[in-house]
């Protein structure tokens, strides 16, 4: 056998991985490890039972029908005094109030209040400082909290929540809005990817199919936008989009339009805006592939007698697949993360899952539902590509 | 040669890993605003003579809020910012947190020097900023007067903008709708209020512009895109001053908040930052911010000392004050995720 040459073979393939460590550390700690803490969060649920780690065991085993036993009540008010002016009270107040609005204040206004003496009747006395601790719901929410682990934020992202008696149900009408701002979100993904493609497609194959001399500055063209920073690009559209901008302005000139066309805050700028930004994303990976497919294919086709337009569609398009499937994964799956530009250029309804993910993770640090929210962001974008995959995997057999 | 070259490499690695830990502990106290105009006016009123006095190097940094940004890093123990200025409901939560350190009122002039909105345990108020209803003069020759005007189409045609959120917003559709300034929190504090407010947003909605940075209204009026605003009153002030704009600003119904200035906890600058705070906040250098930044001024020496001219561009003039409604922190604190779900499930409607 060759067993020398093997173990030749081998050690430079170690000292090769020795070389890629450094990176391989710097990527896991830098990017791996956060991300899998962010994800964790989506189902933990550690504040209540860490500042009140009684009351939480305690109100878990509550059987949600009327108010907790005294014994629960008890618990709550000795934790509560315990942790007056505590981080821990803070985080549990933040962790409560995503469960019913104003619940931060009143825990906070009752751990102010909360009198030193011993209670003999703990619900009445909480009950005085704020009649909501009379409520079964507000007993509920601390049940839903009292971790450590939970599924709350997993259906909070799905517009679904459970009820005061555990039962999963959706969120009231006016509150629902993270399964369509997903939807939005894969939907003008698809769109700037088809655009991209569209527009993209000829200018590759232009570039790929000119002489160097031509080529060359037109590939120039293509990588300066990619090398502008995306801020500043669609500030430009702001510019010339808005109703005195220069679109509108040529278009009236031209006798298009008599009033200006909204062009711009709203789902039409956004996606022209998207385009333009993500367009060398597509270009850029067909031009290689047909850089490497040549004119000769179809020139042969062409002298065997097929059509131009034949000559293209069965034998050039298939051989410029690859390069298609490169450039519409790398458009989409980055169109997925866009944020800055639906918020400079869209309305109301354009915000895209990016918007909601940095709003939780930023405004108001529930992190919960922001892990949850990219969770089910890196999900949807894991079972697209693993479409892909298969699709490109049987389309490359059956060619 | 690759050998000496490897080893200067190495060599030169291992001293900057030594230099480390040095230049760490001599890290330059840093200071965090919020760019844009109010940052220049905070250097020529504030860093740079902070350092000509006390040979105290500033290093600036700029931010655009948010509590996860400062959580982050206090809990990291990586505190590389000294003094931040945060906003209000930053600081409560913050605060409540522990992520700041407390004020030593004494060494700050004490709590009764300042207007009682800027007095906190972690904080000291930094400037008292509004967001009102602005117009362009140049093209509204007889301009609006109140909220209510802003949600007539008939008399003043075209887009309005607002700030994307329910924030502000939902103040402002009550205050046209002919709630009273004072009454606006309580009849938001209620379910019927807050539909209210979103049945107000309705009737207008097709003509709003939503806006999300601060620098937008003003562009937004002067490109003629809307008609009116609701902006940041000092960017009104600066533009008129900067850019000859006829921009114009009603005061009634205006909504104002305070800034604070903290100390994150931890930080290795902090008898610094305390100092710089405190230099920040004295009457003789905080008068020369409001003519810079037509942000008015929290210390109550420096809000009588300012410029007479600039007083009644600020939200801390009294007339401006009858008229307006100070931010309710704790209602946005409280209530400010479940109304952002609902102001985007009702804007994609």
């Not at chain 1, 709203?266 to 993500?278: D, E, F, K, Y």
């Not at chain 2, 409540?96 to 030593?104: A, Q, S």
């Not at chain 2, 909105?117 to 109140?146: F, H, I, K, M, Q």
């Not at chain 2, 103040?171 to 709708?177: K, N, T």
Request: hydrophobic fraction near 50%.
């Amino acid at each position: 056998m060759v067993r020398q040459p093997i173990s030749r073979l081998t050690r430079p393939r170690f000292a090769a991985w020795l070389l890629v460590l450094p990176l391989f550390l710097f990527s896991a700690a830098t990017f791996v490890v956060p991300i899998v803490m962010m994800l964790a969060r989506s189902v933990q649920d550690p504040e209540l039972s860490r500042a009140f780690p009684q009351t939480a065991r305690l109100v878990a085993q509550w059987d949600g029908r009327d108010l907790p036993p005294a014994a629960v009540m008890n618990s709550f008010i000795a934790e509560l005094r315990a942790a007056r002016g505590t981080e821990g009270l803070s985080f549990a107040a933040n962790r409560l109030n995503s469960e019913i609005s104003g619940f931060r204040s009143m825990l906070l206004r009752t751990a102010r209040t909360l009198p030193a003496a011993p209670l003999d009747d703990p619900a009445a006395a909480l009950a005085r400082i704020d009649p909501r601790w009379g409520e079964r719901s507000t007993w509920a929410a601390m049940r839903r909290a009292s971790g450590p682990l939970t599924d709350g934020f997993l259906l909070a992202a799905l517009d679904r929540q459970r009820n005061d008696d555990g039962a999963i149900v959706r969120v009231p009408e006016e509150r629902a809005v993270f399964v369509s701002v997903l939807i939005r979100t894969l939907w003008i993904s698809a769109a700037v990817t088809a655009f991209c493609l569209v527009l993209g497609y000829p200018v590759a194959y232009l570039i790929a199919s000119l002489p160097a001399k031509i080529a060359n500055p037109l590939l120039v063209l293509v990588l300066i936008p990619f090398w502008t920073s995306v801020l500043v690009r669609t500030t430009a559209w702001v510019v010339l989009l808005q109703r005195d901008g220069l679109v509108n302005g040529l278009l009236q000139r031209l006798g298009f339009t008599d009033q200006p066309l909204a062009l711009i805050y709203n789902r039409t700028g956004v996606l022209i805006a998207m385009v333009h930004v993500l367009l060398p994303l597509m270009v850029l990976p067909l031009y290689s592939v047909m850089k490497g497919i040549g004119r000769a294919p179809m020139l042969a086709a062409m002298s065997l007698g097929a059509r131009p337009f034949e000559a293209f569609v069965r034998v050039y398009l298939p051989q410029s697949a690859a390069g298609i499937g490169a450039g519409c994964l790398l458009v989409f799956i980055s169109a997925l993360g866009y944020y800055v530009t639906p918020e400079l250029v869209g309305g109301g309804g354009d915000q895209m899952i990016s918007y909601f993910i940095a709003f939780y993770t930023n405004r108001t640090t529930n992190w919960g539902l922001a892990g949850a929210l990219s969770l089910i962001l890196l999900l949807a974008t894991g079972l697209l590509y693993v479409a892909y995959a298969r699709l490109s995997r049987s389309s490359a057999a059956s060619a | 040669m690759i050998r000496s070259l490897g080893m200067r490499a190495l060599a030169a690695l291992s001293l900057c890993a030594l230099m480390m830990p040095g230049a760490a502990a001599a890290r330059d106290l840093t200071v965090v605003g919020w760019g844009g105009s109010s940052q220049a006016a905070q250097r020529q009123v504030y860093y740079g003579p902070f350092t000509a006095q006390t040979r105290i190097p500033i290093q600036e940094d700029s931010w655009s809020g948010g509590l996860g940004v400062l959580r982050t890093r206090v809990q990291a123990g990586n505190v590389t910012w000294d003094v931040v200025q945060v906003e209000a409901d930053e600081l409560q939560i913050g605060c409540d947190e522990g992520l700041f350190e407390r004020i030593d009122w004494a060494a700050m002039g004490g709590r009764d020097a300042f207007m009682p909105e800027a007095v906190s345990d972690c904080g000291v108020g930094a400037v008292a900023w509004t967001v009102g209803l602005a117009y362009d003069g140049a093209r509204l020759r007889e301009g609006p007067a109140s909220w209510a005007d802003f949600w007539d189409l008939q008399r003043f045609p075209g887009q309005r903008t607002l700030r994307r959120g329910p924030k502000y917003t939902l103040e402002i559709a009550l205050m046209s709708d002919g709630v009273p300034p004072s009454e606006v929190y309580n009849v938001l504090r209620t379910p019927a209020g807050v539909d209210r407010a979103f049945r107000r947003l309705d009737q207008i909605k097709p003509n709003i512009i939503w806006w999300t940075a601060g620098a937008q209204p003003g562009q937004l009026l002067a490109s003629g895109e809307v008609a009116m605003a609701a902006a940041y009153t000092s960017r009104m002030y600066a533009a008129r001053r900067d850019d000859n704009r006829d921009l114009r600003v009603v005061w009634n119904g205006s909504i104002f908040a305070v800034d604070f200035w903290v100390v994150l906890r931890g930080s290795s600058n902090r008898d610094n930052a305390m100092r710089f705070i405190q230099f920040a906040t004295r009457p003789e250098n905080q008068s020369r911010f409001p003519t810079l930044a037509f942000q008015g001024a929290t210390n109550l020496q420096a809000a009588r000392q300012g410029e007479a001219a600039v007083a009644p561009s600020l939200a801390t003039y009294p007339d401006n004050m009858r008229v307006s409604v100070p931010l309710d922190v704790e209602f946005w604190v409280d209530n400010i995720e479940e109304l952002t779900q609902r102001f985007n499930a009702w804007a994609a409607r």
